[in-house]
């Protein structure tokens, strides 16, 4: 934290750098990840290990996180919708297939690696 003010640690990369990571271990931000349909998914599975014969569904558990474990100040939040549209664009960013170059047996790269 002090080194974001010393004289090195004025750049803007480094203050945007603190910036970032006071948003992202923000109680919106966090609760934002808790809402996620992946933690929710989670949960689910969790509770369909310790009892398999109740059937759950994922609103059922929203429904408990918002009404009885959150705050309201959580969410309703401008910073919470905010923190939610991130994560969505980062889970959006994060789930796209990579691609991978396919590169075959004879392929030009291949012999010219197997014959020297």
Do not use: W
């Not at 080194?3 to 603190?18: M, Q």
């Not at 910073?79 to 959006?92: C, N, W």
């Amino acid at each position: 934290m002090l080194f974001g003010l010393s004289k090195e640690g004025c750049t803007k990369s480094i203050l945007d750098e603190l910036h970032i990571r006071k948003q992202v271990v923000s109680k919106y931000f966090i609760g934002s990840l808790i809402l996620s349909e992946a933690v929710v998914k989670m949960i689910k599975k969790e509770l369909k290990r310790i009892a398999q014969d109740v059937k759950i569904e994922d609103e059922q558990i929203v429904d408990v996180i918002k009404q009885e474990i959150f705050k309201r100040e959580i969410i309703d939040s401008e910073k919470t919708q905010e923190a939610m549209k991130k994560l969505s664009r980062s889970f959006k960013k994060h789930s796209k297939p990579k691609r991978e170059a396919n590169v075959s047996v004879n392929s030009p790269e291949v012999k010219s690696n197997t014959e020297q």
